[in-house]
Structure formats: structure tokens, C-alpha cells
């Protein structure tokens, strides 16, 4: 089956830092990653739509220069916090769909920790 | 805009039950319905997927309907066994068309079988 991996899985650092995650589809091209993001106990929030190649379709009260998306390649898309404060400690998670198909491949998270 | 709940919340029961998990939407000129399995700290898993067109789909022990006109799904998982402790969640994308499958999630239902 087609499998998402995200880097890294676990991740803490200090306020003000920036920290990148990647996902990468390991089987499949996907022309277009989802990343998601889930706090404690709520359900998944989409945050932006990645396409390779263009510049990525964020969500409504998600910003843009906060979170950076890059889309480079049909395997991987990495999402940058940039100047990451506590309130951005969440868990985020990507997807990746295979062309002309509807299901959605999700990766395992990442969980990030900003003291 | 549309919005989709998942009641209840959480739900225990003893190993054998049958699990029957519910599913809200508020527009219901949906494109499909998907159900997943997030187990705690981890990504989401894919466990069946309902066009709009359909009833109902099976999956062994698991059995997902869809009532488009009054806005709702149902999973049922017979005979729960300890494994299938974990949270479901229900899925829908925004509008008629597969808009690009960005999905909308419901809340979630924390389901816990005790052996």
C-alpha cells in the first residue's frame, strides 16, 4: 500500500527557532500533500494544500509566512514554523493522495514541543 | 461552510460488543465520506470510503452506511475485540465536488474495549 513517512517524529526547541518537517510519499508520486495540524484532543484542522511545483493554498487564519510550505518534488513536501512560539506546539500531520485516486495516505505526525 | 460531528465523543464497552459510532454533516451534497483509525500519537489510517452515490461499504468486521439526505454515516465494528481501541474519526470534503479532497473532519469518537 502506498506509505507516507514524516521526519522528524519527535521534535522540542526554543522559542524563536524554526523547525522543519518533512513528509515524503516512499511509493508513490503525489502531486498534492495535505498538512494538517491537531491539538489535544481535537480532531485534525487542514492547514494548507501543497502542490508540487506552485505555491501552496493555505486555510483561512493560517499564515503564510508562519508556515512555509515547500513542495519541491512528488515525493516530498516540508513544512517550516517559522519563529516558533508555545502556542505553535501541536501536532502535525501530513497526507499525500495518489493521482487520480480519492484516498488519502496519512503520515504517522510529528509532534512538536516550543518551550 | 460545512461542519461535521461525531457523537458520542467516547464510548467503553466490554470485548464482543458491537461498536455502532455516528457521523453529522450539515450539507449534505457531499462528493464521498471517508472513516479512519488514529491510535494515540500516531497518523491516521484509511478504513473505508463511501461515494455519494453509495449506501454502504464493508470492510470485514467493519460496516460504514450513508444517509446523504439526512446528513449522517454510521461504523459499525462487530464483535469488538481490545485492538480496535483507538479513535475514529469521519471525514468529508467541502462541497459536491472532490474539491481538490480537502477533507473536513468530525471530532472524533474515543473508543475503549475492555477485555
Known amino acids: 500500500g502506498a506509505v507516507v513517512s514524516q521526519h522528524p517524529s519527535w521534535v522540542i526547541c526554543k522559542s524563536g527557532t524554526s523547525v522543519k518537517i518533512e513528509c515524503r510519499s516512499l511509493?508513490?508520486?503525489?502531486?498534492?500533500m495535505f498538512w494538517y495540524r491537531q491539538f489535544p484532543k481535537q480532531s485534525l484542522m487542514l492547514m494548507a494544500t501543497?502542490?508540487?511545483?506552485?505555491?501552496?493554498?493555505?486555510e483561512q487564519g493560517v499564515e503564510k509566512d508562519k508556515f512555509l510550505i515547500n513542495h519541491a518534488s512528488l515525493t516530498l513536501s516540508t513544512l517550516t514554523v517559522t519563529s516558533a512560539h508555545p502556542e505553535d506546539s501541536s501536532f502535525y500531520i501530513c497526507?499525500?493522495?495518489?493521482?487520480?485516486?480519492?484516498?488519502?495516505?496519512f503520515g504517522p505526525g510529528t509532534r512538536l514541543l516550543v518551550l | 461552510k460545512q461542519e461535521v460531528t461525531q457523537i458520542p465523543a467516547a464510548l467503553s464497552v466490554p470485548e464482543g460488543e458491537n461498536l455502532v459510532l455516528n457521523c453529522s454533516f450539515t450539507?449534505?451534497?457531499?462528493?464521498?465520506l471517508q472513516w479512519f483509525r488514529q491510535d494515540p500519537g500516531k497518523g491516521l489510517t484509511s478504513l473505508l470510503l463511501?461515494?455519494?452515490?453509495?449506501r454502504e461499504q464493508t470492510s470485514g468486521r467493519l460496516n460504514a452506511s450513508l444517509d446523504k439526505s439526512s446528513g449522517r454515516s454510521t461504523l459499525y465494528i462487530a464483535a469488538s475485540q481490545p485492538g480496535d481501541s483507538a479513535t475514529y474519526l469521519c471525514?468529508?470534503?467541502?462541497?459536491?465536488?472532490?474539491?481538490?479532497?480537502?477533507?473536513?473532519f468530525g471530532g472524533g469518537t474515543r473508543v475503549l474495549v475492555k477485555p
Open positions: 497526507s499525500a493522495r495518489l493521482p487520480y485516486q480519492e484516498t488519502q495516505y
Open positions: 511509493d508513490f508520486q503525489a502531486t498534492t
Open positions: 501543497s502542490n508540487e511545483g506552485s505555491k501552496a493554498t493555505y
Open positions: 450539507d449534505s451534497a457531499i462528493y464521498n
Open positions: 463511501i461515494q455519494s452515490s453509495q
Open positions: 471525514a468529508v470534503p467541502p462541497g459536491p465536488q472532490a474539491a481538490g479532497n480537502k477533507l473536513t
